[in-house]
């Protein structure tokens, strides 16, 4: 097509997550045309990782878990063709940007982006970048293996709450900085040999834009490096994490900033039109919130491989045991987060314990079979060790909060593990002074969203009303709103759009909680503090 034709407005996004990469094509109205993934572990056998990552066990030491970068490289070629099979003609697009799991960090070798600016459009990508990483493998935000180099960090500024001044986050061992620091203290050739280190959503937009893509403020934001004030690296977090830092990770820019143009590879080989912009792509939660166009009074909940509870916030607030990020569509304002490493995965292997047909279905039916309160019974599932508490195990409590081993009945265990999920969160939240009565609705989104029978459980707990948006991958609709909005070149407040309509495609209210809820949980949050206290005892020391 040549750049004299008028670009149709048709706008791509596309979402990295842990187990899976996604992509959509939306037109100027924000509806979805076509939709594709690529499945790791099914779709890309040949990299023999389990739910995406792949965990290495050593005597000793915490389990080491990261994602090969190839297989990244090789889902996009995919994922590409998949799209063009369900009928995407790649030269309407005219802007593209994307969302990706957070925290992950990318090594790019010595001379790499020289590849990415010659790239050669007869040959699969792949391919072609199969010397371009210093490390074939990247760690990703379910690694926790790094718990020395959090600790200096923090000690590098006085304590993780004046580190959570500065970054909007105490140091978490996921987090980018202290990843990069085991890299350069244990993997001294690899970060020596390294050019450019991105994260995993940068990483992905350098690919589209034949060149090292800046790291955006809002994924910058779980580095524990950024500034979140000044917007820019910290020199003393810098110079804590590891040598020659800054220059290995380019300036960051506001998260709506248009970067580019596509690269010539995909114009040559998939019929992109060379005006194509490319939008900094973000994390997976910040581009979550761009696809839920969040309210005041709203909180977000992202039932996936993690639990995530986010909401917008005009100010910077401390959250002791969550996270403050740069707002990805309005860097004046931020958005407040609280991560779950214990979300599906753990349900998923409890209703295979507790369903005959291992499916959701009757899990719902044995959720729903059982009253509020499950007769007092109640469970804590760590099958990770937990990012608000460093805790790990299964811990099962009877009526008077005493230790048992097991429970009666399946239906008794499937709602006690529910209800322990949410009510820990409702817990965590009253204790960062955000009471249940600060929200007015709550907006779930992933892959449980689409479970009522837990979506009730949680309306039950927070006392609120739950919607679910009609498409519920919020991050992937994220990334494609982004391109259209920065396509029009204003990014949007988030809110409403010039017309004052909702960006979003649109809420369902799914269910409204029952008055009669709120006495049980209420007193059941404070069974839950003195259950996890037992468990962990340095709980709630000021
Ligand atoms: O670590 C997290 C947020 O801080 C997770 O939500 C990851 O982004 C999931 F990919």
Redesign the pocket.
């Known amino acids: 097509m040549t750049s004299s034709e008028p670009l149709a407005k048709q706008f791509l996004g596309f979402d990295l997550?842990?187990q899976q990469l996604k992509g959509v094509v939306i037109n100027e109205k924000r509806e979805v045309l076509h939709e594709s993934h690529v499945q790791f572990d099914t779709d890309l056998p040949e990299f023999r990782t389990h739910n995406g990552v792949i965990t290495v066990l050593t005597k000793g030491q915490k389990p080491e878990v990261s994602a090969p970068v190839l297989m990244w490289v090789k889902a996009l070629d995919m994922i590409l063709e998949r799209l063009r099979v369900c009928g995407a003609d790649f030269s309407q697009i005219a802007s593209l940007s994307g969302s990706a799991?957070?925290?992950g960090t990318v090594y790019w070798v010595n001379g790499a982006e020289e590849t990415l600016k010659s790239l050669d459009e007869g040959q699969f990508l792949h391919n072609q970048m199969a010397t371009s990483f210093a490390s074939p493998t990247a760690p990703v935000?379910l690694d926790s293996s790094t718990t020395a180099y959090s600790q200096k960090l923090e000690e590098s500024v006085g304590g993780p709450e004046e580190l959570a001044i500065i970054t909007g986050s105490k140091a978490y061992e996921?987090f980018s900085a202290s990843q990069i620091a085991k890299v350069a203290s244990i993997r001294t050739t690899v970060y020596n040999k390294t050019e450019r280190i991105s994260l995993v959503s940068s990483f992905m937009c350098s690919l589209f834009l034949g060149k090292y893509a800046a790291i955006d403020y809002a994924d910058g934001s779980?580095m524990n490096l950024l500034d979140i004030k000044s917007k820019e690296w910290s020199p003393q977090l810098l110079e804590a994490t590891a040598p020659g830092l800054a220059e290995k990770l380019g300036d960051p820019v506001p998260s709506h900033s248009v970067l580019g143009q596509i690269s010539n590879y995909f114009v040559e080989r998939f019929g992109f039109n060379e005006e194509c912009d490319v939008v900094a792509f973000t994390?997976?939660?910040p581009s979550s919130l761009a696809g839920m166009c969040l309210e005041e009074g709203d909180m977000a909940i992202s039932l996936?491989?993690?639990d995530?509870l986010f909401m917008w916030l005009k100010e910077q607030k401390y959250l002791e045991n969550g996270?403050v990020f740069v707002n990805p569509l309005n860097e004046t304002e931020y958005m407040g987060?609280l991560?779950y490493k214990n979300g599906s995965l753990v349900r998923e292997r409890i209703k295979d314990k507790c369903t005959k047909s291992k499916g959701w279905e009757e899990f719902g039916s044995l959720l729903q079979s059982t009253p509020w309160g499950n007769f007092g019974y109640m469970g804590l599932y760590f099958d990770e060790e937990e990012i608000v508490h460093p805790v790990q195990g299964e811990f099962k409590f009877d009526q008077d909060g005493r230790r048992i081993e097991k429970f009666d009945s399946h239906e008794v265990e499937i709602r006690a593990l529910v209800e322990g999920q949410f009510l820990l969160k409702r817990l965590h939240l009253e204790d960062l002074d955000i009471p249940v009565e600060s929200f007015s609705r709550i907006v779930a989104t992933g892959g449980a969203s689409q479970n009522q029978m837990i979506l009730q459980v949680i309306a039950d707990v927070f006392n609120a009303p739950v919607y679910t948006l009609d498409n519920k991958n919020s991050a992937l609709l994220g990334a494609a709103y982004r391109a259209l909005d920065s396509y029009s070149r204003f990014a949007k407040a988030g809110r409403k759009n010039e017309n004052g309509a909702p960006l979003a495609q649109g809420l369902t209210l799914v269910c409204s909680p029952y008055s009669e809820a709120l006495q049980i949980y209420t007193p059941m949050v404070e069974k839950c503090r003195a259950q996890m206290k037992s468990i962990l005892p340095s709980i709630g020391d000021d």
């Open positions: 997550s842990t799991q957070q925290h935000w996921r779980g994390g997976d939660n996936g491989t993690s995530t996270s987060l991560c």
